[in-house]
């Protein structure tokens, strides 16, 4: 029996979305084998497979023309230093042959020796000279773009490749017409064919596609930053006390169970629970809460928060793989390498696009070949059609927008697990809230306690005491063990969603609301107090006593319903609570809905009975949510809620503030509406290049393209995407 687990690595050669799709359908067909994302920014490769090893996984990858190695950490600044220098200094290159080329038609004279005799011979070689080093530095598109060619699976490499490569073979058979009308004093002939040099183009093809890849480079560096940044926060080295000893090691020998000393100062390197001390933490990192918050010995510890003052010692309970940083850290990763269904369209359409534009420019060179019976002319009108159509703006659409969303998204403290959730949240038509600790800060506390018998304050502790509801929380925070002397019941059987049933010598007691004592002993009781929850404790013949607790509602629910309101999105409160609580609780909110009295097992159905309006998301922080959390098309975990739920969520709200669910919302919005645009001047671009370049409308207006026109518009088509997904950083608020 295998374990499914997730697997990752790195593919390397990978240029565009045609790339990603070969790769992904080569896995695919390996048996045992799910779940295949592969991602084109990130340059990786994830899966869930337990019987498929690493040689299986290469091999594929490999017979697609690929390379892929087990993950590791790319070092996106080191590749920018590299691909940097190369960019220069064939930019600079690039220049000195633009120069050759077309000096002349700047009115920037040339040396006299390329008017001389032989000046036709020293200009055409002199470019090509210049050509070489910026060819050998860009050697990487010819070697894969015509190694994907002879495998039937062309890219964009593939037709950089093609089209630089018939510009420098044309050239050069030009170079041999211009030496023999030279060598045969044909100034004519040789003017002719020094108009038809393409060096200039091809250097400009490949020296401008490197421009775009280090573009691509540098918005890569800047969303791994903001990862990068959180991981800093725990430090490389911590202090762990063995014996009377202290040792400092690496975080990432830490193990569960060690004691570890932090003095003022320091950040947490993983998450523990403190044994010794005390001292305020600033935990902005996390919560985005900017008071510092008091912790002392007993309470818990998350990695990465800042120690302001004093001395302590805690005891991990985590490693630093594992802790609540590098949590955070794998679902911003996971998020912006996963794919967005919008993305699937264009993965169908870059499989195809490039054969198309090979046929193009074949078909291209065929007519324009036949009509005029120039060759020289038709290879003007086929190369630019290969340089013009690259479809590295197609490709870099959506994951680039998806991938700087998710890191916007974490800094404002919104965690994202996946891509197809950020994209179905701009598509929800209601929003469905639990009530407590959603809606409400979930401090209960009692407000009324109230008993008919000596014994309530005993026999009420004693049940509620087993229970972890919040309601039995705030009843047992109330009584304490120096009030009262618990009683000690025999047993006691929770509920769900309705209360509790204890039994003591014998006799049995229920805790919990009217409702619910009513359909287990027949009794009644009504109380007036409004907007408070009232557990009652009552045996079979008679009521001993109740507690009312209030609860009050966050600043930000107000705030967050209005929004949502004005958005068209309709509000839903989904709460255990009685109803008149919940209408009361709602003469301030005034959401659309309130559905009260609610069983955990019924919220699931209720949530599906709204998605057949539409979109629905889930908000809630309990364990009582969970089932209903996955089952919304979207669903949303209070960041202070319980690891269930925050686990059956899409997105976790760290700062436990019911707005950021607006704001993760609009971000939504602002990102389909941001990759829709990618994507339509990504088509319309080529839509209305390839005509052009392939020289339909030149007989009736002349209007053509230069390859360095075509290789200077392709760049410019990447540069637009990447620019315009980049908007996304600069409004970080989303109000």
């Known amino acids: 029996m295998y374990m499914v687990k997730k697997r990752k690595f790195l593919v390397k050669g ?30 990786t490769l994830e899966f869930e497979s337990g019987t498929v090893n690493d040689k299986t996984i290469s091999n594929a990858v490999k017979k697609a023309g690929y390379q892929a190695v087990p993950f ?26 633009l120069y050759l080329a077309m000096g002349h038609m700047l ?24 050509l070489v080093p910026i060819v050998v530095l860009n050697f990487h598109y010819f070697t894969s773009g015509f190694a994907k060619l002879f495998r039937l699976k062309p890219n ?42 393409y060096f200039d183009g091809a250097g400009t093809i490949l020296a401008l596609v490197s421009l775009g890849k280090y573009i691509e480079y540098k918005s890569k560096r800047k969303t791994s930053n903001a990862i990068n940044d959180l991981l800093k926060l725990q430090g490389d080295k911590a202090t762990i006390i063995k014996g009377e000893q202290e040792i400092i090691i690496d975080i ?33 990192s996390l919560t985005g809460e900017s ?36 949590k955070i850290v794998e679902m911003v990763s996971e998020a912006s390498s996963s794919k967005a269904p919008i993305a699937k369209v264009v993965d169908k359409i870059s499989l195809i696009f490039v054969p198309i534009v090979l046929g193009l420019s ?30 590295c703006a197609l490709g870099l659409a959506t994951p680039i927008a998806i991938m700087i969303s998710t890191g916007v998204a974490a800094k404002n403290h919104i965690l994202i697990h996946n891509a197809e ?22 401090d209960l506390r009692v407000s009324h306690f109230v008993g008919f018998d000596d014994n309530f304050d005993a026999l009420f502790f004693g049940i509620e005491k087993t229970s972890s509801h919040p309601l039995a929380v705030a009843i047992n925070k109330y009584l304490s063990e120096d009030k009262v002397v618990a009683t000690k019941f025999d047993q006691v059987t929770t509920i769900p969603g309705r209360g509790l049933k204890g039994v003591y010598r014998g006799q049995i007691f229920y805790a919990g609301n009217a409702a619910f004592i009513k359909d287990m002993t027949g009794l009644d009781f009504t109380y007036d107090t409004l907007s408070s929850s009232c557990v009652i404790l009552a045996d079979e013949e008679k009521i001993y006593g109740y507690a009312l607790i209030n609860d009050s509602i966050k600043d930000s629910s107000v705030e967050a319903i209005r929004a949502f309101q004005r958005a068209g999105i309709k509000t839903v409160m989904l709460t255990g609570d009685n109803k008149k609580n919940a209408e009361e609780m709602n003469q301030l909110l005034k959401i659309d809905e309130i559905i009260a009295e609610v069983l955990p097992d019924q919220k699931a159905e209720i949530i599906r009975g709204y998605q057949k309006d539409g979109m629905t998301l889930m908000i809630g922080d309990g364990i009582n949510d969970a089932v209903a959390l996955e089952v919304a098309d979207v669903s949303m975990a209070i960041g202070a809620g319980s690891d269930i739920a925050i686990k059956s969520s899409d997105l976790v709200l760290v700062k436990d503030n019911l707005f950021d669910a607006y704001r993760a919302y609009r971000l939504s919005k602002r990102t389909l509406r941001n990759i829709k645009m990618n994507l339509f001047w990504a088509f319309l671009y080529n839509v209305a290049s390839i005509p052009i370049a392939m020289g339909i409308f030149y007989p009736a207006y002349a209007l053509a393209l230069n390859p360095m026109i075509a290789a200077l518009a392709m760049t410019f088509s990447s540069v637009f995407v990447v620019a315009n997904a980049s908007r996304l950083f600069i409004n970080k608020t989303y109000k």
């Open 362 to 391: 074949i078909i291209t060179l065929a007519v324009w070949w036949i009509a005029t019976g120039s060759f020289e002319t038709a290879i003007s009108f086929a190369i630019p059609v290969l340089v013009i159509s690259c479809p």
């Open 421 to 442: 959730a950020l994209e179905n949240l701009s598509k929800i038509r209601t929003v469905v809230m639990d009530k407590t600790g959603t809606l409400t800060k979930g």
């Open 252 to 284: 990432k020998d830490i193990q569960v169970g060690d004691i570890i000393k932090l003095t003022a100062g320091t950040n947490s390197p993983v998450d523990g629970v403190i044994v010794e001390g005390h001292g305020s933490f600033n935990e902005s």
């Open 72 to 97: 590791q950490k790319i070092d996106y600044r080191a590749q920018e230093k590299t691909k940097g220098k190369s960019l220069i200094v064939s930019l600079v290159l690039l220049v000195v042959l």
């Open 14 to 43: 990978m240029t565009c979305s045609a790339c990603q799709v070969h790769v992904e359908n080569a896995v695919k067909k390996l048996p045992g084998v799910d779940n295949v994302v592969v991602n084109l920014i990130n340059n």
């Open 291 to 326: 008071l510092p918050v008091f912790h002392q010995a007993g309470d818990k510890l998350l990695s990465g928060v800042t120690n302001l003052d004093g001395y302590l010692l805690y005891q991990a309970t985590s490693t630093s793989a594992n802790s609540t940083i590098a």
């Open 107 to 130: 009115g920037i004279p040339l040396p006299s020796f390329f008017t001389d005799p032989y000046g036709g011979i020293y200009l055409s070689v002199s470019q090509f000279v210049v």
């Open 156 to 197: 964009m490499d593939s037709l950089v490749a093609l089209g630089s490569t018939a510009s420098i073979l044309y050239s050069i058979y030009a170079s041999v017409m211009i030496i023999i009308a030279e060598v045969n004093h044909d100034p004519s002939m040789a003017h002719h064919f020094i108009e038809q040099l």
